[in-house]
């Protein structure tokens, strides 16, 4: 595979995953500093919607009163029912 084809924009995956109902909204999460990506070593708030995202990528945001940590583990290819959305990401432990 290419590495386009491994990589998906944030607002994007955050739209397919289901953790927001429209992209739009996901998007201004992001643009309002909302999301953290951990990377490896890097952690960072994301910046722009557009940011690429990747297997392995941990992204930390609010939902509601909850704060979640997700490893995304694909990238999918569309916006299909919640099951198939929760095999895009799995649930960290939070502190």
């Known amino acids: 595979m290419n590495e386009a084809a491994e990589t998906c924009r944030a607002d994007v ?3 397919r995953a289901r953790f927001f109902k429209t992209r739009s909204l996901a998007a201004r999460i992001i ?6 990506l951990a ?4 952690r960072t708030p ?3 919607p557009s940011r690429s995202l990747r297997p392995g990528d ?3 945001f609010a939902q509601g009163p909850r704060w979640l ?5 694909a ?3 569309r916006r299909g029912p ?6 895009l990401y799995s649930f960290l432990e939070g502190p």
């Open 13 to 15: 995956w955050l739209w």
């Open 82 to 87: 919640a099951p198939e959305a929760k095999g």
């Open 58 to 60: 941990v992204l930390s």
């Open 46 to 48: 994301l910046d722009k």
């Open 31 to 36: 643009e309002e500093g909302g999301v953290r």
């Open 69 to 73: 940590a997700v490893k995304v583990e």
């Open 39 to 42: 990377r490896g070593a890097a």
């Open 75 to 77: 990238v999918g290819e």
